[in-house]
Every structure is written in structure tokens, then in C-alpha cells.
């Protein structure tokens, strides 16, 4: 009889060992692999008041590089623009978060240079490049540069940032919109004056860094946003999503396409490892543009998708 307590007790401790080992194998691979493996997104988006001169254009869309200080830096930015590069975007969207410091803006923003795209390079900031993070809110932190000083940062490289304010692209005498607005996450975001010249019944685009721009009361008057800032969530579980994040309402916001508040909404998972992503793979997104009789989103995350070498 005094053998069998010995047997469980045996047993117990190997069960646990194996779920030790399973956890450690699990961890391994989400520090090794899934969080370097980067898949391209192949996404077509129909809205309903596209200009016809604008059906079938390419957009490139990429956030949260955080290249800089401990990671790569230069060269992560170069990898990232030579990828761009192979999807030959008719336009190129960066949303925010390319740094994870803005001092190495001198050093890292120049490289972006190199990206061609014939109708553009748009940018917006991300809480990194204000210099905000979670800690900063009760410790500080040290001076970011103003708009002004990225401004200038970015159009040295060719690139148009956007800080609530919005311009109109025209193709054959058709006029779509592109609104950039600054981070809702540092409380820099305006809407409102973001919108002040764009033509209501307009087509509209809207480029930011995070998803929570789309509770802004006016956000019906856009077609589609797209955001950045919540890396996928880092960990997504099978039937379940990711679980939270610096955002309101994860398991919604963490990635892909989704209708609220009377408009779209597409969040890129980021282009930056991370310290750690499970079923959250790295993401460049190309969007086609499609005029169509309703808005309506193919190819989102893994119908059609290319894993990048």
C-alpha cells in the first residue's frame, strides 16, 4: 500500500516536468522564431466612394520598426525599405513608432531615403517618437523633438509627415484625401483639425499610430484608417486574440480589418521583433484600393499571404 502515494507522487513531479519543458520549448520559439518571421499581407479593400482614377492603388503599409538604441538600427530601417522596395507600392504609409528613441532620428530616419513609391511617402508619430511610454507618465522623461524638428527630420529623407493635417492627391482630375493624425496614446491627436479641409463627401484616408483615434466622434467621416502601436497584441491565442495591450478594447484593436463607428479600421501587427510574439507574426501589409458599390476587405491575415525571407 505505502508504494503507491511513491508512484503518484512520481508521476506528478514527471507531469510537471513536462509542462515545464513544453512551456520552455513554447518560450524558446517565441523568442527564436515567431518573433523574427515576418509575412507579407495581401489585402484588398472596396470602399464605396474610391474615385475611379484611385481603383487598384497600392499602399504599403508598415509600423512600430523601433529601431535604435539595443537593436538594430540603421540596418533595420534598410531591411525594411529594401522589402517595401520589392512590392513596388504605388504609395507608402508609415505609421508611427519607426524609433525607439527619438535621439537616433539623425541616424535612422536618413535611410529612409531609399524608399520609392510614385505617389508618395506619408508618415505620421508614434508615442516613441513624443518620447512617451508607459513609465514616463509617472517618472518623465527626457525631451522629445517638437513637430517642427521631425518635420524637417523626415522631409530631408523625402517623406511627408503628417501632424493633424490633411492633403488631397489627385490622378486625372479626381481628388482623394489623406489624413494624418497624430497619437491618440500621447494625447497629441485632432481630428477635427486634421479634417478642417477635407471635403465632406470626399473619399477620405486616415493614417495614425493608434487604433483608439477611431472613438473620435467625427471618425464617420473618414472611409478607412489605418493604425499601428499594438504590435498584434504580441501574444494571440487560438480562438481567443490578444488579451490586452496600451489600447482600449484588445481582442477588437490588436490586428486586421474591422467595421466600427460607422467606418474601417485596419491595424498592422508591426515590422519590429519585440521581445517576444506567439501566433503574432511581423507584418508588412500591401492594400489594394478598390472602388466598389460597398466597402468590403479581402486576403485579411492568412487568406492570401507571403512569409518573407
Known amino acids: 500500500m505505502g508504494r503507491e502515494p511513491a508512484r503518484r507522487a512520481r508521476l506528478s513531479r514527471r507531469r510537471k516536468a513536462l509542462l515545464a519543458g513544453?512551456?520552455?520549448?513554447?518560450?524558446?520559439?517565441?523568442?527564436?522564431?515567431?518573433?523574427?518571421?515576418?509575412?507579407?499581407?495581401?489585402?484588398?479593400?472596396?470602399?464605396?466612394?474610391?474615385?475611379?482614377?484611385?481603383?487598384g492603388t497600392t499602399v504599403a503599409v508598415v509600423a512600430d520598426l523601433h529601431a535604435g538604441r539595443g537593436?538594430?538600427?540603421?540596418?533595420?530601417v534598410r531591411d525594411m525599405v529594401a522589402r517595401i522596395?520589392?512590392?513596388?507600392?504605388?504609395m507608402v504609409f508609415l505609421l508611427g513608432d519607426l524609433l525607439h528613441r527619438p535621439q537616433d532620428?539623425?541616424?535612422?530616419?536618413?535611410?529612409?531615403?531609399?524608399l520609392r513609391a510614385p505617389r508618395g511617402v506619408f508618415a505620421v508619430l508614434g508615442n516613441h517618437e513624443h518620447g512617451i511610454v508607459w513609465y514616463t507618465r509617472?517618472?518623465?522623461g527626457a525631451r522629445s523633438p517638437s513637430v517642427g524638428e521631425w518635420r524637417r527630420t523626415f522631409a530631408d529623407a523625402g517623406v511627408v509627415l503628417l501632424a493633424n493635417e490633411a492633403r488631397p492627391m489627385m490622378k486625372r482630375g479626381a481628388r482623394l484625401w489623406l489624413a494624418g493624425v497624430d497619437d491618440a496614446y500621447s494625447g497629441r491627436h485632432n481630428l477635427a483639425k486634421a479634417l478642417k479641409t477635407v471635403n465632406r463627401g470626399e473619399c477620405c484616408l486616415a493614417i495614425t499610430h493608434s487604433p483608439d483615434l477611431i472613438d473620435d466622434p467625427r471618425i464617420g467621416e473618414v472611409d478607412l484608417t489605418f493604425a499601428g502601436h499594438t504590435h498584434g497584441?504580441?501574444?494571440?491565442?487560438?480562438?481567443?486574440?490578444?488579451?490586452?495591450?496600451?489600447?482600449?478594447?484588445?481582442?477588437?484593436?490588436?490586428?486586421?480589418?474591422?467595421?466600427?463607428?460607422g467606418t474601417k479600421l485596419y491595424v498592422t501587427r508591426g515590422f519590429g521583433t519585440g521581445p517576444i510574439r506567439i501566433g503574432c507574426p511581423r507584418e508588412i501589409t500591401l492594400v489594394t484600393l478598390r472602388r466598389g458599390g460597398k466597402s468590403t476587405c479581402s486576403g485579411v491575415h492568412g487568406a492570401k499571404h507571403d512569409t518573407a525571407r
Open 22 to 55: 513544453a512551456i520552455a520549448l513554447v518560450l524558446v520559439y517565441a523568442v527564436q522564431r515567431e518573433r523574427t518571421r515576418l509575412v507579407v499581407e495581401h489585402v484588398t479593400i472596396t470602399l464605396a466612394r474610391l474615385p475611379e482614377a484611385f481603383n
Open 71 to 76: 537593436r538594430r538600427g540603421t540596418e533595420a
Open 85 to 90: 522596395n520589392r512590392l513596388h507600392p504605388d
Open 105 to 114: 532620428r539623425n541616424r535612422c530616419i536618413p535611410a529612409l531615403s531609399q
Open 138 to 140: 509617472h517618472f518623465g
Open 233 to 261: 497584441g504580441q501574444v494571440r491565442l487560438p480562438w481567443v486574440g490578444a488579451l490586452f495591450g496600451p489600447y482600449r478594447e484588445p481582442r477588437a484593436r490588436s490586428a486586421g480589418l474591422i467595421s466600427v463607428n
